[in-house]
Protein backbone atom coordinates (compact mmCIF):
# COMPACT_ATOMS: atom_id res chain seq x y z
CA UNK A 1 0.00 0.00 0.00
CA UNK A 2 1.62 3.05 -0.82
CA UNK A 3 0.68 6.77 -1.79
CA UNK A 4 2.40 9.40 -3.43
CA UNK A 5 1.78 13.10 -3.11
CA UNK A 6 3.40 15.42 -5.81
CA UNK A 7 2.40 19.04 -7.05
CA UNK A 8 3.83 21.14 -4.25
CA UNK A 9 5.43 24.39 -4.93
CA UNK A 10 5.37 28.00 -4.41
CA UNK A 11 2.99 30.34 -5.29
CA UNK A 12 1.86 33.93 -4.95
CA UNK A 13 -1.01 34.60 -2.36
CA UNK A 14 -4.57 34.33 -4.39
CA UNK A 15 -2.75 31.69 -6.55
CA UNK A 16 -3.78 28.30 -7.56
CA UNK A 17 -1.83 25.02 -7.01
CA UNK A 18 -3.12 21.23 -8.28
CA UNK A 19 -1.83 18.42 -5.70
CA UNK A 20 -1.93 14.62 -6.82
CA UNK A 21 -1.96 11.87 -4.79
CA UNK A 22 -1.34 8.63 -6.91
CA UNK A 23 -2.50 5.31 -4.58
CA UNK A 24 -1.41 1.96 -5.50
CA UNK A 25 -2.28 -1.32 -3.69
CA UNK A 26 -5.89 -0.98 -2.74
CA UNK A 27 -8.81 0.51 -4.34
CA UNK A 28 -10.21 4.19 -3.87
CA UNK A 29 -13.33 2.13 -4.34
CA UNK A 30 -12.74 0.27 -1.27
CA UNK A 31 -11.29 3.26 1.00
CA UNK A 32 -11.24 6.74 1.73
CA UNK A 33 -8.28 9.05 1.46
CA UNK A 34 -7.48 12.29 2.72
CA UNK A 35 -5.60 15.22 2.38
CA UNK A 36 -3.50 16.98 5.67
CA UNK A 37 -1.18 19.24 6.17
CA UNK A 38 1.15 20.27 8.82
CA UNK A 39 2.63 24.09 8.92
CA UNK A 40 5.70 25.10 10.46
CA UNK A 41 4.81 24.55 14.16
CA UNK A 42 2.13 23.63 14.31
CA UNK A 43 0.04 20.13 14.76
CA UNK A 44 -0.96 18.46 11.60
CA UNK A 45 -4.21 19.18 10.76
CA UNK A 46 -7.37 17.45 8.12
CA UNK A 47 -8.15 19.47 5.17
CA UNK A 48 -10.40 17.16 3.05
CA UNK A 49 -11.48 13.77 3.38
CA UNK A 50 -13.50 11.92 0.13
CA UNK A 51 -15.68 8.52 1.18
CA UNK A 52 -15.11 5.37 -1.62
CA UNK A 53 -18.35 4.84 -2.07
CA UNK A 54 -19.68 7.65 -3.71
CA UNK A 55 -17.38 9.88 -3.52
CA UNK A 56 -18.64 12.30 -0.55
CA UNK A 57 -16.10 14.83 0.47
CA UNK A 58 -15.94 16.56 3.95
CA UNK A 59 -14.14 19.93 3.92
CA UNK A 60 -12.37 21.71 7.07
CA UNK A 61 -14.04 25.14 7.52
CA UNK A 62 -10.52 27.13 6.52
CA UNK A 63 -10.46 25.74 3.47
CA UNK A 64 -14.22 24.96 2.04
CA UNK A 65 -15.22 27.00 -1.14
CA UNK A 66 -11.48 27.35 -1.78
CA UNK A 67 -10.37 23.92 -2.33
CA UNK A 68 -11.91 20.93 -4.72
CA UNK A 69 -11.21 17.53 -3.90
CA UNK A 70 -11.72 14.95 -7.01
CA UNK A 71 -10.81 11.77 -7.97
CA UNK A 72 -9.52 9.89 -10.87
CA UNK A 73 -11.14 6.03 -10.27
CA UNK A 74 -9.25 4.75 -13.73
CA UNK A 75 -5.56 6.21 -12.34
CA UNK A 76 -6.50 5.42 -8.58
CA UNK A 77 -5.44 9.42 -8.44
CA UNK A 78 -7.00 11.84 -6.06
CA UNK A 79 -6.77 15.30 -6.41
CA UNK A 80 -6.79 18.59 -4.60
CA UNK A 81 -7.36 22.06 -6.41
CA UNK A 82 -6.32 24.77 -4.48
CA UNK A 83 -7.56 28.38 -4.95
CA UNK A 84 -7.52 31.69 -3.79
CA UNK A 85 -4.62 30.44 -1.69
CA UNK A 86 -2.85 32.34 1.54
CA UNK A 87 -0.07 32.65 3.39
CA UNK A 88 -1.89 30.76 6.01
CA UNK A 89 -2.00 27.72 3.67
CA UNK A 90 1.75 27.39 3.80
CA UNK A 91 2.49 23.39 5.13
CA UNK A 92 3.18 20.24 3.62
CA UNK A 93 0.70 18.64 2.41
CA UNK A 94 -0.51 14.94 2.99
CA UNK A 95 -2.31 12.60 1.86
CA UNK A 96 -3.35 9.41 3.60
CA UNK A 97 -5.61 6.65 3.36
CA UNK A 98 -8.09 5.77 5.87
CA UNK A 99 -8.64 2.09 7.41
CA UNK A 100 -12.24 1.79 6.50
CA UNK A 101 -14.79 3.03 3.49
CA UNK A 102 -15.98 5.97 5.56
CA UNK A 103 -14.03 8.91 6.34
CA UNK A 104 -13.66 9.12 10.43
CA UNK A 105 -11.17 10.91 12.93
CA UNK A 106 -7.76 11.72 12.47
CA UNK A 107 -6.40 8.62 14.14
CA UNK A 108 -8.27 6.02 11.24
CA UNK A 109 -5.18 7.36 8.91
CA UNK A 110 -3.18 4.29 8.44
CA UNK A 111 -1.26 4.85 5.65
CA UNK A 112 0.52 8.03 4.47
CA UNK A 113 2.69 9.84 2.05
CA UNK A 114 6.07 11.58 2.47
CA UNK A 115 4.14 15.09 2.02
CA UNK A 116 4.70 17.79 -0.81
CA UNK A 117 5.24 21.64 -0.01
CA UNK A 118 3.08 24.43 -0.83
CA UNK A 119 4.74 27.50 0.15
CA UNK A 120 2.62 30.93 -1.06
CA UNK A 121 4.28 34.17 -0.43
CA UNK A 122 4.86 37.42 -2.44
Known amino acids: VQVVESGGSWVQPGGSLRLSCAAS????????IGWLRQAPGKRREGVVC????????YYASYVKGRFTMSRDKAKNTVYLEMNRLQPDDTAVYFC????????????????WGQGTQVTVSS
Open 96 to 111: AKQKNQQCAGYSQYDH
Open 25 to 32: GFSLDEYA
Open 50 to 57: MQASDGST
